[in-house]
Structure formats: structure tokens, C-alpha cells
């Protein structure tokens, strides 16, 4: 399996907008399901946003209504676009992959694969 790459994260004010890419260049992570997940220091990492191979989509509840999640299966690439972010989006961010819905359910404990992590970071 081809490793999932990330880009995009950085640093940006409240308010501001960030988009997110992970390229999912294997042919396995069609039938997979796909999705983002954040961590601070300290704390467990929380699932954000999935979607799975019907094209179902999943948010937490401290994203829905600014983040969206998108995925591109012709550039099999899968995107987070955040906007009005908050100081508490703040974390390391990670594109999962799994084939038995943990990253569906936003449950980290499951998932096969993960990307190395791009850090995000909104000031106040």
C-alpha cells in the first residue's frame, strides 16, 4: 500500500481559512474510508471529518459547519477545507485510512493507515 501524503496546514488568525490535501494514490483506498484526524499534546486524537467509498460524510460536532471534506477520486485526493477557524483547531492533523470503518466513526484505535502529520496552528 502506498503511503497517504499530506499538504497544505500552516499558520493563520482566527477567521482564516486553511485547506488541507492528502494524496491517496492507491487503488486499495477506493473501497476505503477516509477521513482526517487532529491531536494536541496531551490528548487523544479525535476524528474531524470522513468519508466513505458510497460517498457518506461524517463531522465532529466541533467542525460541522466549517469544515468541509471533499475527496477527488479522479486525482485520488482527499481535502479538509477549513474556514472560520478557531484558536482551538489548533493541533497536528493526520488523513487516515481504513476498510473497517474506524475512520468513519472518528475511532483512531482501528485505522490501518496514516499520513505524517501536518501541523495547523490558529492565533487569536
Known amino acids: 500500500q502506498e503511503p497517504l501524503v499530506e499538504s497544505g496546514g500552516g499558520s493563520v488568525q482566527a477567521g482564516g481559512s486553511l485547506t488541507l490535501s492528502c494524496a491517496a494514490s492507491s487503488y486499495a483506498y477506493s473501497s476505503y474510508c477516509l477521513g482526517w484526524f487532529r491531536q494536541v499534546p496531551g490528548k487523544e486524537r479525535e476524528g474531524v471529518a470522513s468519508?466513505?467509498?458510497?460517498?457518506?460524510?461524517r463531522y465532529s460536532d466541533a467542525v460541522k459547519g466549517r469544515f468541509t471534506i471533499s475527496k477527488d477520486n479522479a486525482k485520488d485526493t482527499l481535502s479538509l477545507q477549513m474556514n472560520s477557524l478557531k484558536p482551538e483547531d489548533t493541533a497536528m492533523y493526520y488523513c487516515?485510512?481504513?476498510?473497517?470503518?474506524?475512520?468513519?466513526?472518528?475511532?483512531?484505535?482501528?485505522?490501518?493507515?496514516w499520513g505524517q502529520g501536518t501541523q495547523v496552528t490558529v492565533s487569536s
Open positions: 487516515a485510512a481504513d476498510s473497517g470503518g474506524w475512520t468513519c466513526s472518528g475511532n483512531y484505535i482501528g485505522v490501518d493507515y
Open positions: 468519508i466513505d467509498s458510497d460517498g457518506n460524510i
